[in-house]
C-alpha cells in the first residue's frame, strides 16, 4: 500500500511502479503472509520535491455531460452540476455534449457521437471528468467525491491562458492558446465553444426550459485534441502557443459563448490523453494564467 496524508491505496502484489507530479511526502509499506499470519513488513518514505522555479497553477476539471433534449432524466444532471458549482466555485468547467436519444436532438455534434463511443457508454445521462475514461456520477455528492479525487490524485502540472478575437461582421473567430508547463511532458490540447441561454423543449421537464454549456464545437478531428510543439516534450517554464480559426454559424449567440482551452497529458505513451488543467473566457476576451 501507499499512503499520502489522509489517503490509502492498495497496490497489487509484485512490481509496481509510481510517479507522481505533487510534491509531499509518500510511504510505501509491503507486507508478507503465510496462511493469514503477518510475518514480515518493510516500509520506505520518498519526499517529492518541488522543481525550483516550479508555478502552483490553480486547477481546473473538465466535466463531460453526455445529455439529450430526449432523456428524461438528464435536467436532474444538469441541476446536480450547478449544485456543485455553487459548493466549488471556480473549479468545474461542465461541457454539455448534446446527443440524439429517443429523438433528434438538434444540438448534437459529431463531437459528441465520438467520446461517447469511445467510452463504451450505453445510456443517458452520463457525467466524466478530464476525459479520464470514468463515471463521475450523477448526484452530487458522487460528482464532489470524484473532483476531489481528480484534483488529489492528479493535480495540475501546467497552466493554460486563452486570447481570443471576435469580428462581429465576418463572425471569424481567432483562438490563442497558450501552455506552460512545469514539467518535461509533451501536450495536446483540445478548444470547445460552449453555449448558454437556448431555450429548447426538454423530455421530462413542462414549459420554458433553458440549455447551458452546450458544446457547439470541438476544433481537433478526434477526442485525442490536437498537436502542440510538434509534438516534443515542453520545456519546463517555457510558454507554447498555437492559433486556431473558426467561423461561427449564423444561428449562434456568440454574446452567449465561451471558449474552452483543456492542456492534454499522456501516461501510457501518446496512445490516450487526459485533461491536466483548462481554462475559460467568453468569445471575444481574453484571460490570463490562474497561479496561486
Known amino acids: 500500500v501507499w499512503t499520502s496524508g489522509d489517503k490509502t491505496v492498495e497496490m497489487s502484489a509484485g512490481a509496481n511502479a509510481f510517479s507522481t507530479t505533487a510534491p509531499g511526502e509518500y510511504t510505501f509499506k509491503a ?67 448534446h446527443m440524439d436519444y429517443n429523438m433528434s436532438d438538434p444540438m448534437s455534434t459529431e463531437a459528441t457521437e465520438k467520446f461517447y463511443k469511445a467510452y463504451g457508454m450505453s445510456g ?64 495536446k ?40 510543439n510538434k509534438k516534443n516534450p515542453f520545456t519546463p517554464g517555457v510558454e507554447v502557443t498555437a492559433e486556431n480559426k473558426t467561423t461561427l454559424d449564423k444561428s449562434w449567440n456568440a454574446d452567449n459563448m465561451r471558449v474552452v482551452v483543456a492542456a492534454l497529458t499522456t501516461s501510457d505513451g501518446g496512445v490516450t490523453f487526459t485533461c491536466n488543467n483548462a481554462n475559460v473566457c467568453a468569445v471575444g476576451e481574453s484571460v490570463g494564467y490562474l497561479i496561486k
Open 31 to 97: 507486507y508478507l503472509y503465510s496462511n493469514g499470519d503477518k510475518w514480515s513488513e518493510n516500509e520506505i518514505v520518498i519526499n517529492a520535491s518541488a522543481v525550483e522555479g516550479q508555478k502552483s497553477y490553480i486547477q481546473k476539471v473538465i466535466g463531460e455531460q453526455f445529455t439529450s433534449v430526449g432523456c428524461v432524466n438528464c435536467p436532474s444532471l444538469s441541476y446536480q452540476i450547478k449544485n456543485v458549482q455553487a459548493q466549488m466555485p471556480g473549479v468545474l468547467i461542465p461541457l454539455s455534449f
Open 124 to 187: 443517458l445521462p452520463f457525467f466524466n471528468l478530464n476525459m479520464r475514461k470514468r463515471d463521475g456520477g450523477v448526484n452530487r455528492e458522487a460528482i464532489k467525491a470524484a473532483i476531489e479525487d481528480e484534483l488529489e490524485f492528479y493535480p495540475a502540472t501546467c497552466g493554460v491562458a486563452i486570447e481570443t478575437a471576435y469580428d462581429k461582421s465576418t463572425r471569424e473567430l481567432v483562438v490563442t492558446s497558450k501552455i506552460t508547463s512545469n514539467v518535461a511532458a509533451r501536450h
Open 189 to 228: 490540447y483540445h478548444i470547445f465553444l460552449v453555449e448558454d441561454n437556448i431555450e429548447y423543449s426538454q423530455q421530462g421537464t413542462t414549459g420554458r426550459y433553458i440549455h447551458n454549456n452546450v458544446v457547439r464545437k470541438m476544433f481537433a478531428q478526434d477526442i485525442t485534441g490536437l498537436n502542440m
